[in-house]
C-alpha cells in the first residue's frame, strides 16, 4: 500500500523534471538531476517507448516483424527489391547531388522553400533524432519559434541558455515576398510528414512530440495574434495527422483482432496467438496514446482558440474540428464536440459561421452520421433555418444547402420552411437560386420524398412537374412579377420549363389527363414566355447592377440553337394560340411577347409564310381590342419587331400592316372626336389617345392633322377629365419630339418645317402654363396628381430639347428657348405641391397603371435634371431642391445628394445653395408659424429644419472641415446677418441653422463670433420678448461651452507636457502573468484571462492593442518576467545558472519550477 503513494510521486516527479529542463535548468542542474534518477526515471520511461514501439531499445529500422518465424520479413524484400535494378551512374550522382542538397537545408529553410523538399529534410531529421535527441529537438522547436516570426540565432548553445530577447516579429503569412507564397501550406505539410514519418518510431517515445504538443499549446495561449496564429495551425494539423495515424493502427488492430481469433480457433496458445496478442495490446495502446494526445491538444488548444479575437483563428478551428468528426467519428462525433460547431453558427464573423455550416454539410451527407446528429439537429435545427436569412450572402447560400440535407433525411416539417420560400422575391440572386434550388428539389421533383417514384424519361414527368409548379404560382397569382421572381428561381433546375411541345399541348387541352382553370393557364403562359426569355440569354429579372450581359462564342452559339428550336416549335402552334387566348388581357401581353425571342428568318427557310401573317394579323386585332397599357406595349414592340427583323417579303408584308395601323387608327381618333364633340361617350377618344401614345413612343406617326384638333380639345372642352388632358399633352408633345427630330436630322432645313414646329411647340407652351398655379391668386385651377406630373415632367422634357446652347451658332438657333422667371416659379410652385402630396395614388384606377410614370420621384428626377444639365439657372431651383433633402424619405433624399454631387464636379458654390436651402426651409416654418395651423405640423417644419441644418453640416467632416473653414465661416455669418434682420422673429434661425455649422469651427473664429454676436445686443432690451430671444441665448451659451472646453483640453496638454492628446477612450491594461507552459492541469487560469479578452470584438480593440498583440512575446511579457526575476534568482541550485537563462522564460517558468523544487525536495531530501 505505500508503494502506491511513492510511486504516483515519482511519476509526478519524472514528468515534471523531463518537461521543464530544456527551458529553465542549466547544464549543471541538468546533469544532476540525471545523475539522481538515472536508475529509476528515464530507464522506466525508455523502457515504455521501447514497448510501444515493438521491441526493447531497437532501432525502428530494424523492428522484428510479429509474423511466423517462417515467414519473411516484408521491409527487407522489398529493399531486396529495389536493389535489383541499380540506377545508373549519372543518374545515382545527381540523386545524390540533389539529396545533399536537401539534406542541407535547415528546417526553416525547408518550410519557407519548395515543397518538393520537405519530406527529404524529414526524413534526415528523424535520422538525426534517433542518432542525438537534444541537438534534434534544438533544431525543431527553434523552427517553430521562427515560423512564428521571431527573428534570433541560436549557435550550436544549449536550447535553455539561449537568450532570444531581440523584440522582433515577422508574420510569414501575409508577407508579400515570393519564398512566403506557400509558407502556410508547407508548415502544415511539414507537421504531417513529421508526424506520418515518425508513426514507427519517434512518434511513441514520450518526448518527441508531447514537449512538442506542450510548446504549440502555450504559444497558443499568448498575447501576440501571429503567435497564436502559428501555434493554432500547428497544433490543429497535429490533431488532423494523429488522426491519420490512429485509423491506420485502427485497421490494423481489426485485422489483428481477426487472425488472433482464426487463430484461437485453431489453437488456444502458441506462438503465433502470443504473439498476435502482444501485437493487439501495444497497437491498441499506440492508439490510446494517440487519442491523449488528441484529446490534450482538444482541451488545451481548441477549447480557448475556437473563441479567439482573430476569426482567422476561429474559422481554422471550426474547419478542422469538421475535418476531425468527420474523418474520425469514433471519437469525435459527440455531443461535447458537436456542441461547438453549433455555438458557432452565431458567431459575428460570416467566415466562421461559413465554415460550421460547410462543416455540418459534410456531416449530414453521410448517412450513418445521421442517428448520432438526432439532439444536436433538435437544439440547433431554427439556427440553421436563420441562417438562410443571413446578412452574408455565402453565408445564406450555403445554410439554404444546409437545409436541403436535412430535408434529405426528413428532419425537418415543412412547417418550418415558411420562412424560406419568402426568400424566393429576395435582391440578391445567389440567395435566390438556392432557394429556388430547394423549391424544386423538395416540392416540384420531391426528392426528398422516399414514397415518390423516380420519374420516367418522357413527357409524362414533364406534366407532373409542370402541375405541381402551377400549384406553387398559384400562390402568387395575384402578383405577376412574384411569378416572374419564381420562374427565374426554379428555371435553372427544371427541365420541364424548356419542354416546350409539353406546354403548349397542356395550353392547347391536347392532354386530357391536365385540366386548366383560367388562372394556371395565365400563369402557365408567363411561364411560357418567362421560359422563352431565359433560353435566349435575356433577363427576366432586372439586375442590381444593371450591367449587360456578355457571352463568349460558345455561349453564343447555345442561345442561338435555343432560338432557333423555339422557332420550330413555335411556327404551327403560335397562330392557335393566339386565336385562343389573345382576346384576354391577362394573357395577350406574355403570349405576344413570345415573337421578340424568335428566329423571323427561319419563317421563309421552313416555307412558314401563311404562319406568320396569320400570327401578324392577330396581333393588330389584338392591339384594337386592348386598352390597358401592357397589351398595347406588347403588341407595338411585337409588330415593330416583325417590321425589322423579317426577310423579303415578310418584311414588306409587316411593315404594310404597321403603316395600315397608323391609319387606322388615325381614323378612329378623328371618329371618336367627332362624336365627343357630338356629346357621345368620351371613352372610345380616351383609349384611342393612349393607343397613340404607346404607338408613337415606339415609331412616328403623321398626326399633324390632328394637332390642331387636340389643341382645340383642351382650349374648349375645360371641363374633360384629368386622364383625357394628359394624353392629349403626351400625344402633342410626342408629336413635337418627333417634327425636331426629322428637322435636326434632315440634309436641308425647310424654313416651312421649323415655323410649323415653333409653332406647335409655343402652342404646348401656353397649354402646360395655363396649368401651372398662380401664387397670388387664391383658388385657381385643381389639378389632380397624375395631371400635375404630367404637365412638370413634359415641361422639363421641352426645355431640355429647346435649350439654347443645343442650336447656338447653328440655323436652328430660332428653337432655342429659355423660361422666364415667373414661369420658372410657378412650375416650382407646382412641383412642390406633388412633392408634399402624401396621397400620390388615391385617385380613379387608371392612375395606378402609370404610377410609376407619374411618382413624385420622378418629379424630382426631372427638377433636378434641369439644374444638373444648366437648361435653367442654378441660383433660383438647386437651393429650392437641396431644402428638400429630409422631407420625403431615401429615394428623394438619394437625388438631392446626387444632384449636389454633380454641382461640386460642376465647380458651383454649393455652400452658398446650402445657406439659401436653410432660409427656404426657415421660411417654411415661419409661414406655417404665420398661418396659425396645426402645431404638430409647425413643430414637423421646425425639425425638418434642424435635420436639413445637421446633415450640410455633416459633409464637413475630417480634412473637409479644415479645407473648408471659409466657407463654413461665411455660412455662419451670413446666417447671423439673416437671424438679424428682424429681430427677434428671425433669431430661432441660429439655434435651428447657424448653430450646426458654428460648432464646425475652430475655438478662435467661435470666439470672435461671439464677440461679433454679443456687440450686436449691447443696447439691445432683451426683457420686451424673452421667448423671442430664447434662441439667441442658448446660440450663445453653446458657443461659451465649446470655448471653455476647448480651453480646458489645451491647458490640460500643456501640463503633461505632450503636443498631441490622445483621443478616444483609455487604452485596455492587460494583466499579463506568467505562462504555466507545461502545467497542463493549470491552463484554465490565464487562458480566461486571455479569453476574457477574446470574446470584444474586433471592432472594440484599439489600434494600440493590436500593435501590442503583434509584438514579440518577450516584449509583451517582459514587465512579468521583472517582477518575478528575484524569486527565481532565490531557488535552490538556480544562482549558477539564472544569469544565462533568457530574461521572458524566466517568468513564464517561475510557477512551475517552485511545484518542482517542492516535490524534487521532498523525495529526494
Not at 646 to 668: C, M, P, T, V, Y
Not at 955 to 974: C, P
Amino acid at each position: 500500500m505505500e508503494d502506491a503513494p511513492a510511486a504516483a510521486s515519482e511519476a509526478s516527479v519524472r514528468r515534471s523534471v523531463s518537461l521543464i529542463h530544456t527551458l529553465s535548468l542549466s547544464l549543471c542542474m541538468y546533469f544532476s538531476l540525471l545523475l539522481a534518477l538515472k536508475n529509476g526515471g528515464f530507464e522506466q520511461k525508455r523502457a515504455r517507448a521501447g514497448k510501444l514501439n515493438g521491441g526493447d531499445n531497437q532501432d525502428r529500422r530494424s523492428e522484428p516483424s510479429d509474423q511466423s518465424p517462417n515467414e519473411p520479413d516484408r521491409d527487407d524484400s522489398l529493399d531486396d527489391f529495389e536493389e535489383v535494378r541499380p540506377k545508373s551512374r549519372r543518374n545515382r550522382a545527381a540523386v545524390d547531388t540533389a539529396a545533399d542538397a536537401k539534406s542541407d537545408l535547415t528546417l526553416i529553410e525547408a518550410v519557407r522553400g519548395s515543397r518538393k523538399s520537405i519530406p527529404q529534410v524529414v526524413k534526415v531529421w528523424v535520422e538525426r533524432y534517433e542518432k542525438d535527441r537534444k541537438p534534434a529537438m534544438l533544431d525543431l522547436l527553434s523552427m517553430l519559434f521562427e515560423s512564428c516570426g521571431a527573428k534570433y540565432h541560436i549557435d550550436g548553445d544549449p536550447f535553455e541558455e539561449t537568450d532570444v530577447d531581440n523584440g522582433e516579429v515577422e508574420d510569414h503569412q501575409s508577407s508579400k515576398r515570393k519564398d512566403f507564397n506557400n509558407f502556410r501550406d508547407n508548415l502544415v505539410y511539414f507537421w504531417d510528414c513529421l508526424v506520418t514519418e515518425c508513426q514507427n518510431g519517434p512518434l511513441f517515445d514520450g518526448i518527441l512530440l508531447e514537449k512538442c504538443t506542450d510548446y504549440v499549446i502555450a504559444l497558443s495561449c499568448t498575447p501576440p495574434r501571429v503567435f497564436r496564429q502559428i501555434a493554432s495551425l500547428v497544433g490543429l494539423q497535429l490533431v488532423t495527422s494523429f488522426i491519420t495515424i490512429a485509423k491506420m493502427l485502427g485497421s490494423q488492430r481489426e485485422t489483428t483482432q481477426r487472425q488472433l481469433n482464426a487463430e484461437n480457433k485453431k489453437r488456444a496458445e502458441g506462438p503465433r496467438a502470443e504473439s498476435l496478442n502482444k501485437r493487439l495490446v501495444t497497437t491498441h495502446e499506440k492508439i490510446t496514446s494517440i487519442e491523449e494526445m488528441m484529446d490534450k491538444i482538444f482541451k488545451g488548444l481548441f477549447m480557448h482558440r475556437y473563441r479567439d479575437i482573430d476569426p482567422n483563428i476561429r474559422m481554422c478551428c471550426i474547419q478542422s474540428l469538421g475535418t476531425w468528426i468527420l474523418s474520425y467519428p469514433s471519437l469525435f462525433l459527440q455531443d461535447r464536440y458537436l456542441k461547438y460547431l453549433g455555438w458557432t453558427l452565431n458567431d459575428k464573423s460570416p467566415g466562421v459561421r461559413k465554415a460550421s455550416i460547410l462543416a455540418l454539410q459534410s456531416l449530414y451527407e453521410v448517412d450513418d452520421n445521421v442517428p448520432s446528429l438526432d439532439l444536436f439537429t433538435q437544439r440547433f435545427s431554427n439556427r440553421m433555418i436563420e441562417l438562410a436569412d443571413d446578412l452574408d450572402v455565402s453565408v445564406a447560400v450555403c445554410a439554404i444547402g444546409l437545409v436541403k440535407q436535412l430535408l434529405r433525411h426528413q428532419l425537418l416539417l415543412d412547417d418550418h420552411l415558411g420562412p424560406l420560400y419568402d426568400l424566393l422575391v429576395v435582391e440578391p440572386p445567389e440567395i435566390r437560386r438556392a432557394i429556388g434550388e430547394l423549391v424544386y428539389d423538395h416540392l416540384i421533383a420531391q426528392k426528398f420524398n422516399s414514397s415518390q417514384s423516380h420519374f420516367k424519361a418522357d413527357s409524362e414527368s414533364s406534366l407532373v412537374t409542370l402541375s405541381r409548379m402551377l400549384q406553387i404560382l398559384r400562390e402568387f397569382s395575384t402578383d405577376p412579377i412574384l411569378i416572374t421572381y419564381v420562374i427565374d428561381d426554379v428555371w435553372e433546375y427544371m427541365k420541364a420549363m424548356k419542354d416546350w411541345k409539353c406546354i403548349i399541348s397542356m395550353l392547347l387541352d391536347e392532354n386530357p389527363s391536365i385540366e386548366l382553370t383560367e388562372t394556371d393557364a395565365t400563369n402557365l403562359i408567363r411561364l411560357l414566355c418567362a421560359s422563352v426569355t431565359k433560353a435566349v440569354g435575356e433577363r427576366i429579372v432586372p439586375a442590381t447592377d444593371n450591367r449587360k450581359q456578355y457571352y463568349n462564342k460558345a455561349q453564343k452559339e447555345v442561345l442561338e440553337k435555343n432560338k432557333r428550336h423555339i422557332t420550330v416549335v413555335m411556327m404551327n402552334y403560335y397562330p392557335q394560340l393566339l386565336r385562343k387566348y389573345v382576346a384576354d388581357k391577362a394573357k395577350a401581353p406574355s403570349l405576344i411577347e413570345i415573337v421578340l425571342h424568335m428566329n423571323l428568318e427561319l419563317y421563309s427557310l421552313k416555307r412558314q409564310e401563311q404562319n406568320f401573317k396569320v400570327a401578324l394579323n392577330l396581333i393588330r386585332e389584338a392591339f384594337f381590342k386592348h386598352g390597358d397599357k401592357d397589351s398595347l406595349r406588347s403588341c407595338v414592340k411585337a409588330m415593330d419587331f416583325c417590321a425589322k427583323e423579317s426577310k423579303g417579303e415578310l418584311q414588306d408584308f409587316a411593315s404594310n400592316k404597321l403603316k395600315e395601323l397608323g391609319d387606322e387608327l388615325i381614323a378612329k381618333l378623328k371618329t371618336a372626336l367627332k362624336e365627343l364633340v357630338d356629346g357621345d361617350d368620351e371613352y372610345p377618344l380616351l383609349v384611342n389617345l393612349k393607343r397613340l401614345y404607346e404607338l408613337q413612343l415606339a415609331r412616328s406617326v403623321p398626326i399633324d392633322s390632328l394637332f390642331e384638333e387636340f389643341s382645340s380639345m383642351l382650349r374648349n372642352f375645360r371641363n374633360v377629365n384629368d386622364e383625357m388632358s394628359s394624353f392629349l399633352l403626351l400625344n402633342m408633345f410626342l408629336h413635337i419630339k418627333w417634327s425636331l427630330y426629322f428637322v435636326r436630322n434632315s440634309e436641308t432645313v425647310l424654313e416651312s418645317s421649323v415655323s410649323s414646329l415653333l409653332s406647335k411647340r409655343d402652342t404646348l407652351f401656353k397649354h402646360l402654363e395655363s396649368f401651372l398655379p398662380t401664387p397670388d391668386i387664391e383658388g385657381g385651377m385643381d389639378l389632380g396628381h397624375q395631371l400635375a406630373c404630367r404637365v412638370c415632367i413634359i415641361l422639363v422634357e421641352l426645355w431640355g430639347m429647346f435649350k439654347k446652347s443645343n442650336f447656338s451658332s447653328t440655323a436652328l438657333e430660332v428653337l432655342g428657348f429659355c423660361p422666364e422667371e415667373s414661369m420658372l416659379e410657378r412650375f416650382w410652385w407646382l412641383c412642390e405641391q406633388q412633392l408634399d402630396n402624401l396621397n400620390e395614388t388615391e385617385d380613379e384606377d387608371f392612375n395606378r397603371e402609370y404610377v410609376e410614370e407619374t411618382s413624385r420621384d420622378t418629379v424630382m428626377i426631372a427638377v433636378s435634371q434641369l439644374v444638373a444639365t444648366d437648361t435653367v439657372p442654378t441660383e433660383y431651383l438647386a437651393s429650392q431642391i437641396v431644402s428638400h433633402l429630409v422631407r420625403h424619405g431615401t429615394n428623394i433624399a438619394e437625388v438631392v445628394k446626387q444632384l449636389v454631387a454633380v454641382l461640386k464636379k460642376k465647380g458651383g458654390n454649393v455652400f452658398k445653395i446650402y445657406l439659401e436651402a436653410l432660409k427656404r426651409a426657415y421660411y417654411r416654418y415661419m409661414a406655417k408659424r404665420s398661418n396659425n395651423g396645426d402645431q404638430a405640423s409647425v413643430n414637423k417644419s421646425l425639425l425638418d429644419c434642424k435635420k436639413l441644418a445637421l446633415h450640410l453640416s455633416a459633409t464637413f467632416v475630417g480634412f473637409a472641415r479644415s479645407n473648408h473653414r471659409s466657407d463654413i465661416l461665411q455660412i455662419v455669418v451670413d446666417g447671423i446677418n439673416f437671424a438679424f434682420e428682424d429681430i427677434p422673429n428671425h433669431l430661432s434661425f441660429l439655434e435651428c441653422a447657424v448653430l450646426h455649422f458654428a460648432q464646425k469651427l475652430p475655438a478662435t473664429d467661435i470666439t470672435d463670433l461671439l464677440r461679433n454676436v454679443q456687440g450686436r445686443t449691447e443696447n439691445v432690451n432683451m426683457d420686451e420678448d424673452p421667448s423671442g430671444w430664447r434662441p439667441y441665448h442658448v446660440f450663445v451659451e453653446t458657443l461659451q461651452e465649446k470655448c471653455i472646453k476647448n480651453e480646458a483640453l489645451a491647458v490640460a496638454d500643456e501640463k503633461e507636457g505632450t503636443s498631441v492628446r490622445r483621443r478616444g477612450r483609455p487604452p485596455k491594461q492587460r494583466k499579463l502573468q506568467g505562462k504555466k507552459l507545461f502545467d497542463e492541469h493549470s491552463l484554465s487560469e490565464e487562458e480566461d484571462m486571455i479569453s476574457a479578452s477574446d470574446q470584444e470584438g474586433p471592432d472594440e480593440e484599439d489600434k494600440e492593442d493590436e500593435e501590442e498583440e503583434d509584438k514579440a512575446l518577450i516584449n509583451v511579457i517582459k514587465s512579468s518576467s521583472k517582477l518575478r526575476s528575484k524569486t527565481v534568482s532565490k531557488l535552490p541550485g538556480m544562482e549558477c545558472c539564472a544569469p544565462s537563462l533568457s530574461s521572458a522564460f524566466i517568468g513564464i517558468l517561475t510557477e512551475a519550477l517552485q511545484e518542482r523544487d517542492a516535490l524534487f525536495l521532498r523525495r529526494f531530501h
